[in-house]
């Protein structure tokens, strides 16, 4: 893809966070909150210290950009 470290999104729960925003198997989170993710466990760190929501940025395989999204943690909790 071009690109070093990020997460793929596998697959998506019906009630998972993920599920509450417009994103699709496939998606490569390459930062959250500004920070950069290369793992999952730097994922789940971010989603820790944040408050409210995350903003996520990354790519799909094949299409052209960068896209962003924000997570709401507070209806997750």
């Known amino acids: 893809l071009g690109v070093s470290g ?3 999104i596998k ?3 019906t009630r998972g966070l993920l599920s509450k925003v417009k994103v699709n198997e ?3 989170i390459l930062k959250a909150n500004n920070e950069k993710v290369n793992s999952v466990e730097d994922l789940r ?3 820790e210290r944040a408050d409210g929501s995350v903003k996520v ?3 799909y395989p094949g299409y ?3 896209y962003n999204f924000i997570l709401n943690l ?3 909790r």
């Open 45 to 47: 760190k971010v989603l």
């Open 6 to 8: 990020g997460v793929e």
């Open 64 to 66: 052209e950009g960068v």
């Open 11 to 13: 697959s998506i729960g």
């Open 26 to 28: 496939g998606f490569v």
């Open 57 to 59: 940025e990354g790519i």
């Open 74 to 76: 507070d209806s997750a």
